[in-house]
Structure formats: C-alpha cells, structure tokens
C-alpha cells in the first residue's frame, strides 16, 4: 500500500523552510553574483525558497530555473508551489518542472549536457540522498555556486556528506555560511569524479547506523516528554 504523504506546515504557510537569515544570505548571493546561465533547485517544498530566488532578479533579465522534485513531499504539491508563484507575480510556466526523482533527472541532464551557474540542493537528507544528490555539481559551471541546506550536525546524512565532499575536491571552496545554509564555489574543472564508487560505498556503509541513531534519538525524546 503507498503511503500517504504527511501534510506539512509549508504546504499551508507556502512559505520557505529556511530561516530568515538563509533567505537574506541567498538574496544576497544571486544579487551581486548575477549568473546568467540556468539556476537549479533540487527540492522545492511549496517553492517558498523559489520564490525568494526568482525574486532576485528582474523580469527581463531572469535566468532559466530548473525545478527537480517528485512531487510527492504532501498532497497537492505542484498545485501549491503554482499558487505561490502567483502570489509572487510569477509565472510557473516560465519554470522548467522536471518532476522525477533526482537520481533520474541528472542523469537525463547529462544525457542532454546541461549546465548550472546556481544550484540549491535541499532534498532528501539521508545520506544515501545526498551523496547521489551532489553529483549535480557535475554539471555547474566554473565559476559557479551551489547552495546546500541543513548543513548541521542535527543532519548528519547532509553534514557528513559535504565535508566527505570538500575534503576530496580542493576546486570547490566554501563562500560562506548562514545558519544551516553554506555556499560553495566551483573555482575550477575537476580532475576525477564529483561522487566516487568510495563515496557511494561510504554512504551505504553510514546509512543504516545513521538511521538507528535517528530511531533512537526520537525514542528517547519521548521518553523524556
């Protein structure tokens, strides 16, 4: 039996699942880097934190975004996220949805040579998610930026994941940080792959340890309410 996706405060609030401060730093970055080229988003909710993006820039002079999200994240996603666009003067139709799992659309994305100049990653936070989520880097432009959300100790499956990924990719370098969002610049072509079959190993070998603590975690919070 399929289970049914568990409402969430976004799909009422249409609002972003960043802070404040996330928000504001993100502004900032698309303002005064100003990419021309497509900008990704990987994860979308109910397109609060696309809104604010899209936003950034004016009409005329908006950059292609790309939407990658199955959609499924609580009933009547797709027809939430286009509400809010609407209520941000912005037409969902000027937005390339590509609704599939991320696994699936990179690799239909390399198949067409896709690039990036802006990628924001704030899928799935399990480890496993997020290691095959940042094979998307692949395809940003040098130059370019990629965002990713939840980059906390509360997120192990994110945290380890990116720290596992800078420490083998020296041409990627941390721009900054606000709460739990941290920005990363590709300063130049990389020599040998974004994701390793070490990394993948790595991430199934985490995967059911992190998953147990997690269990754990919300156990002992209730034993203790």
Not at 40 to 54: N, S, Y
Not at 64 to 71: C, G, K, L, N, S
Not at 105 to 122: P, Q, S
Request: some cysteine.
């Amino acid at each position: 039996m399929r289970k049914t996706p568990t409402m969430r405060r976004c799909a009422t609030s249409l609002e972003g699942e960043m802070t404040k401060a996330e928000h504001e730093f993100l502004l900032g970055l698309l303002r005064r880097e100003r990419f021309e080229g497509p900008h990704l988003e990987v994860g979308t909710a109910a397109g609060g934190t696309l809104c604010v993006m899209m936003r950034a820039f004016e009409d005329a002079t908006r950059p292609q975004f790309v939407v990658v999200d199955r959609m499924t994240y609580f009933p009547n996603q797709m027809e939430a996220v286009e509400i809010n666009l609407g209520r941000h003067s912005l037409d969902p139709a000027t937005v390339d949805f590509r609704v599939a799992m991320s696994t699936t659309a990179f690799r239909e994305a390399t198949e067409r040579r896709d690039t990036f100049d802006f990628i924001l990653l704030d899928g799935g936070h399990k480890i496993l998610n997020v290691m095959a989520d940042l094979r998307w880097t692949r395809l940003l432009s040098v130059g370019g930026m990629i965002c990713l959300h939840d980059y906390v100790p509360k997120f192990p499956g994110v945290k380890l994941s990116v720290d596992r990924f800078l420490a083998g990719h020296s041409h990627f370098q941390i721009v900054g940080q606000a709460d739990s969002l941290i920005a990363l610049q590709k300063v130049s072509a990389g020599t040998r792959p974004e994701v390793s079959r070490l990394d993948r190993a790595y991430a199934l070998a985490m995967h059911l340890p992190l998953l147990t603590r997690r269990k754990l975690d919300k156990w002992r919070s209730k034993r203790a309410a």
